[in-house]
T-cell receptor
Framework: LAKTTQPISMDSYEGQEVNITCSHNNIATNDYITWYQQFPSQGPRFIIQGYKTKVTNEVASLFIPADRKSSTLSLPRVSLSDTAVYYCLVGLINNDMRFGAGTRLTVKP | DSGVTQTPKHLITATGQRVTLRCSPRSGDLSVYWYQQSLDQGLQFLIQYYNGEERAKGNILERFSAQQFPDLHSELNLSSLELGDSALYFC?????????????FGNGTRLTVT
């Protein structure tokens, strides 16, 4: 069954680096990997997108290995305001665009 | 603010009824997507329109339909509502038709079917 898999939840402390991995064994050849952040009562918000290797922007980095069957979102020095649910979105070989189930990140003081 | 507007924010209705959810995309975006988010199913893609035409279809029930109008706003029609249709419905927009274009989400319509 083509799908994307993420950890259900993660805990961290302020100032730490957080890495969230998404597995997507059946990613389509030409599709990108996109990550979104969602706060309660809001729609998901775009964080970062990549095709392969490493992408970095002002809020996060995205690491994608050569086989592209997984990706890791890296949040440097998290703060309390980074507490949210993080989703990966991937195009699969069955032509489906599939969000992962989401990883609930809790940042503690 | 994503620039995507959804109305209404909340909707409470009874089983068997029909409702219409409305979405105005971000200025300049030609694609509109509809997603359903429930606790047990996560974010489920329903349907995509690009410049007025249906572009892609996901797990959309036959009781549900959508359209995109010439001014690019979109409506999602849900009919013969069941208790299980209670969920958050999100609209998202993007510039192009390419499914890899980053999505800009509205804040959703929370539908409660009683």
């Amino acid at each position: 069954l083509a799908k994307t898999t993420q950890p259900i939840s993660m805990d961290s402390y302020e100032g730490q680096e957080v890495n969230i991995t998404c597995s997507h064994n059946n990613i389509a050849t030409n599709d990108y990997i996109t990550w979104y952040q969602q706060f309660p009562s809001q729609g998901p918000r775009f964080i970062i997108q990549g095709y392969k290797t490493k992408v970095t922007n002002e809020v996060a980095s995205l690491f994608i290995p050569a086989d592209r069957k997984s990706s890791t979102l890296s949040l440097p020095r998290v703060s309390l305001s980074d507490t949210a649910v993080y989703y990966c979105l991937v195009g699969l070989i069955n032509n489906d665009m599939r969000f992962g189930a989401g990883t609930r990140l809790t940042v503690k003081p | 603010d994503s620039g995507v507007t959804q109305t209404p924010k909340h909707l409470i209705t009874a089983t068997g009824q029909r409702v219409t959810l409305r979405c105005s995309p971000r200025s300049g975006d030609l694609s509109v997507y509809w997603y359903q988010q429930s606790l047990d199913q996560g974010l489920q893609f329903l349907i995509q329109y690009y410049n007025g035409e249906e572009r892609a279809k996901g797990n959309i029930l036959e009781r549900f339909s959508a359209q995109q109008f010439p001014d690019l706003h979109s409506e999602l029609n849900l009919s013969s509502l069941e208790l299980g249709d209670s969920a958050l419905y999100f609209c998202a927009s993007s510039v192009g038709a390419d499914r890899n274009s980053p999505l800009h989400f509205g804040n959703g319509t929370r539908l409660t079917v009683t």
